[in-house]
């Protein structure tokens, strides 16, 4: 099944311990789109200016990634500068340049209309209900927000809850949404607000999917899924993202939507994750195979059962 | 196989945000015991004052506990007091009088001296090692540290180091313990120090060992286990020490070190943490039974498992 999805294409310039980058295709919808790719078609809603070449569109291609619903602006690509040189886990962001993001107004091209699969990635949420209304024919809707979202925005942003499947964000806004410094009933409180699932990010400790019940087995439970331990984190920009990719591609590869594809997806967030971190910006993920990715797989299954 | 442990008896006095409690029946050496004395015959060495009285012994008797080690001295018992008032996940001291601790001089009974396995829980490195150095017998030996002791008394631990099979200690020891950020790194360098396996604790979301080699599994790679998404935590105080106790009591009732047998055992560690903190002090773990602990082992399989 095909996957909409809306949301940023960018341009980062990052600095971490392991060295500086200046200008890496990057952007929330960039880093779902490509991991996304390797499961299933991918169909992007974005915005990208005059400084968005033939070399960035060689990388969607590449991908078989639909572009048909980016749209060129007047002006420059939105623009996001950060240092991780203080904390890896947190980028001190220096500079954003929203850029043509600014006016930016989502139109969904009519090859799109059949996408059974959307995620709305991390936008204004007056956006991303907009897209979602838009797009009534879809099955499964997942999406993604930001503290500034919820502390700033949040009456638009529960209104875009009442219409997602699944949420995915970190600890800090899980209990920041909720009010609750408590994950598993901050979790409930979140899931009472729309989405039946939930799936929480821990960075560096991996992901736990809540959930109010799965089609088929209502009473199934939690799951974690770990994130790999790495001898190197050279950038982590991205790596929820690429999460949401590989969990949300695989999700849409399946025939079924059983409570198993959901456990296989968490670990394919995992994986997808843990390669993007593993370069600047793109750059592993567009050199990525599907072997590659299926032996980190195996990796993630030894890591954590028993047998 | 039976265990000797080495380490505190105490009385705590704990506040958190359910409430607050006087006096518990605390210390490393008791969380161990207890969490181990489900699995296999545990030794204690402690030392405690004229405040331990018959209640207190009798939650050691009624859990077949050996306390021939644990030496009665004129005056207090160990007490703790603290706070988790403002953050679950990292206790605040409000006051420490070591008492009858400030003199302590383990001395190993004769009943023990055929223990195979040992434990040096948390205190001076400088008693670990004399403990260590009294039991050549023991075949497997782990033990736990603290910041203190890696800040203040680096030289001394690199002793104990030496003589450890296992080390169990959090991300923020290991990292300090390493002097290097990255916890796999982290991890490669604290085992070059001595010991072939380290479990790192994550707290809240589990832990990771880490080996140079298993028994007949040379090759074989980290293991995770999570934590138990929990919807109270009543007491966080003693959740390492009953990992350890679970982790360690389970090795000990093995025939075999397999590498399963380590899995399954980081397993138990995380089951036996997750009960303690769900009421104050050693509350949970002296009213626990063998059934409720087979029967969260199945709920951490599900958490993690695909299949």
């Not at 009473?219 to 949401?244: H, I, N």
Request: glycine share 8%; hydrophobic share 40%.
């Amino acid at each position: 099944m095909a996957i909409t999805v809306v949301g940023s294409v960018a341009f980062d310039t990052v600095e971490t311990p392991s060295g500086r980058k200046e200008r890496c295709l990057a952007g929330a919808a960039t880093y779902f789109s490509l991991a996304a790719s390797f499961f299933t078609d991918v169909r992007v809603i974005a915005v990208v200016g005059e400084d968005f070449g033939a070399s960035e569109q060689a990388v969607f291609d590449a991908h078989k990634i639909d572009t048909t619903g980016i749209q060129h602006a007047p002006g420059k690509t939105f623009f996001w500068q950060g240092s991780y040189l203080e904390n890896l886990n947190e980028a001190r962001t220096l500079q954003t340049d929203l850029n043509v993001f600014a006016g930016f107004e989502p139109k969904i091209p009519d090859v799109y209309r059949d996408s059974q699969f959307l995620f709305l990635a991390n936008i204004d949420p007056v956006l991303q209900r907009r897209v979602r209304e838009a797009t009534p024919q879809a099955k499964l809707v997942a999406g993604d927000t930001m503290n500034y979202w919820i502390k700033d925005h949040k009456p638009a942003l529960l209104e875009v809850l009442k219409g997602l499947d699944i949420l995915l964000i970190n600890d800090t806004e899980t209990r920041m949404l909720a009010g609750n410094g408590n994950l598993v009933l901050a979790a409930r409180a979140v899931m009472e607000m729309g989405p039946r699932m939930l799936v929480v990010k821990h960075g560096e400790y991996g992901a736990t999917l809540f959930h109010k019940a799965i089609p088929g087995a209502p009473e199934s439970r939690t799951f974690k899924t770990p994130a790999l331990p790495l001898e190197q984190v050279t950038d982590p920009t991205g790596a929820g993202d690429s999460f949401a990719g590989g969990f949300f591609g695989y999700l849409a590869s399946q025939r079924e939507l059983t409570p198993g594809a959901f456990r296989r997806a968490m670990f394919y967030g995992s994986v997808m994750g843990s390669f993007t971190v593993e370069r600047f910006g793109t750059e592993r993920l567009q050199q990525l195979t599907r072997e590659e990715i299926d032996h980190r797989f195996k990796l993630f299954r030894e890591l954590t059962h028993l047998d």
